[in-house]
Structure formats: C-alpha cells, structure tokens
C-alpha cells in the first residue's frame, strides 16, 4: 500500500481546523499537520512560507477567519453540529 500524498497547505489547515472543531495558531496548525502526515517537509518546500500565505489569502478571501494575530478557524456554521 502506498503512502498517502501531502496535500496542500490550505487543504492541510482545513482539514486540522474540522478535526479539532476550533481555531488555532498557524504553528499548531502546522505542528499537527505535519504530525498527521498532512504536510511532508521531504517532498514540499517552505512549508511554514506556503502556509502561512495560504492561511492570509483564505482570511481575506473568507475561506477561514483571522480571529486574532496568527490565530485562523473555520467560518461559523462550516464545522458540523456547529450553529452558525
């Protein structure tokens, strides 16, 4: 069986952010998503770069919320079982 592929740094973040149900520092968010294999800093470059600018663009283009300085979640209503 092979190994999964990383996915991208915006994809990795989402997919932390609906698995913890809140929001996080961008460095937990990487920390994690390097732990869950999400990110792999052997075949990607500049992890911290690329998702540091993915998670400012997602904020300013409304994909997630900047709740506070470096500190990202999910939209209201985009987890489930979250009232929005």
Known sequence: MSEPRPLEPLEAAIAVLREEGRALHWTAIQDLALKRGYLDPFTQRDIRKRLVAALSAAAREGTLV?????VYGLPP???????G
């Open 66 to 70: 900047r709740e506070s300085t470096g």
């Open 77 to 83: 209503g985009s987890v489930p079982g979250e009232a």
